[in-house]
């Protein structure tokens, strides 16, 4: 599967963007799906992830109750949609895809590097 993720773009403090990542090659209607991201001089980390069914969703503690993932496996699409946009998310964003049936379960049991494929990023940057 290759992964396109698109949105990105510079934000003044407060507004908001859509991230979109399509996946060709297959369906991924039966993965599990996430996006990360990577600011300068800092480690990838976790954004927030969705099961394969879009019904159980994931997020970290910094970007819960701004964020929202979710997907349209009809259109091989996964998306997030950001609120409430900080300074502080500023980075590059990645998704990505675990293949493994056992996908759904790791994601319930917190856990979300697991992922086997991955996308180019795509920038955000916000300003204050």
């Known amino acids: 599967v290759q992964l396109q993720a698109s949105g990105g773009g510079l934000v003044q403090a407060g507004g908001s963007l859509r991230l979109s990542c399509a996946a060709s090659g297959r369906t991924f209607s039966s993965d599990a799906m996430g996006w990360f991201r990577q600011a300068p001089g800092k480690e990838r980390e976790f954004v927030a992830a969705?099961?394969?069914?879009?019904?159980?969703?994931y997020y970290a503690d910094s970007v819960k109750g701004r964020f929202t993932i979710f997907r349209d496996n009809a259109k091989n699409t996964v998306y997030l949609q950001m609120n409430s946009l900080k300074p502080e998310d500023t980075a590059v964003y990645y998704c990505?895809?675990?293949?493994?049936?056992?996908?759904?379960?790791?994601?319930?049991?917190?856990?979300?590097?697991?992922?086997?494929?991955w996308g180019k990023g795509t920038l955000v940057t916000v300003s204050s």
């Open positions: 990505a895809g675990d293949s493994d049936v056992r996908g759904g379960s790791r994601l319930a049991s917190g856990i979300y590097d697991r992922m086997d494929y």
């Open positions: 969705i099961n394969w069914i879009g019904v159980s969703t």
